[in-house]
């Protein structure tokens, strides 16, 4: 295992040297970055790879985790390793991180690929009132609920062990960490600074993602000049999970990697 004391934080990451075009992948809210292992297995051996737990997530710290404190981690993290020059692939509030990331630091991010997110998700009044549930109860009584949202039925129907195995995954988070991660995402609107990004962006939707709807990641790709939009069916909000294959060469084919 790998940590690092980050901006008064110990993060849990995990590097993989090599050479060419860094890849750096964020979690989705509820999650450690064990979700990216099947994209990370279908690319090419060479590459440089990381990933990371966010503040309050995985092995990571609790702690402050406003939007500009998690861009500042990565941005951190990537200044430790020497990372320069990435693509950034991010999911839900991973993939705001890495509008932040790219808006912020430009010379760490070359590239982006943005898995069911927006540059502004959701509301106050529903954070809210999840924030209020888990700081209250846990994350327990809400995991069903977020489940429907993660995932397609064929999925939920068809896996039932690889479902529970993520519900363990998503209840087990710190529960303070949760909360401030979601007060994060309420807090945040980066439709001013991510209409001035000019790295060249793939968006991938899934059709049946209830948490940041196709629509919502086609109103983000109209905000970044020249993004593509790829909206994958039977897929919910984590593309990473039910459609590695899709996400691994849409990374590919921003990296220009040969087959």
């Known amino acids: 295992m790998m940590f690092a004391r980050i901006n008064d934080a110990s993060l849990h990451y995990r590097f993989r040297s090599g ?24 690319l090419p051996p060479h ?28 941005a951190a993290l990537m200044d430790h390793l020497g990372l320069t020059g990435a ?14 990331l790219a808006s912020a630091r430009p010379d760490l991010v070359a590239r982006l690929v943005l898995c069911c997110t927006g540059a502004r998700i959701g509301d106050a009044d529903g954070w809210n009132a999840r924030i209020d549930t888990v700081t209250r109860d846990g994350i327990e009584p809400l995991a069903d609920a977020i489940l429907e949202r993660w995932f397609s039925d064929d999925f939920r129907a068809g896996r039932p062990a690889d479902l529970a195995g993520y519900r363990n995954m998503l209840v087990r ?23 001035m990004l ?19 990641v086609r109103a ?21 999970i039910e459609a590695p ?15």
């Open 19 to 42: 050479e060419g075009m860094p890849v750096v992948f964020l979690n989705s809210l509820g999650t450690d970055f064990r979700i990216w292992d099947d994209v990370i297995a279908r």
């Open 47 to 74: 590459g440089p790879v990381l990933c990371l737990d966010k503040r309050g997530h995985g092995l990571s710290d609790d702690g402050a985790s406003g939007m500009d404190c998690l861009v500042a981690d990565v």
């Open 87 to 100: 693509l950034v692939c991010g999911v839900s509030v991973g993939g705001m991180i890495a509008q932040g």
């Open 173 to 195: 988070t710190s529960h303070s960490g949760y909360a401030a991660v979601c007060a994060a995402i309420r807090d945040t609107d980066l439709r001013d600074s991510t209409r």
């Open 198 to 216: 000019r790295q060249p962006t793939i968006c991938i939707a899934g059709a049946d993602d209830l948490a940041t709807p196709p629509d919502l």
């Open 220 to 240: 983000l790709a109209a905000l970044i000049p020249g993004a593509r939009l790829t909206v994958l069916g039977d897929c919910g909000h984590l593309p990473c």
């Open 245 to 259: 294959d899709a996400v691994a060469q849409a990374i590919r084919d921003m990296r220009g990697d040969t087959p």
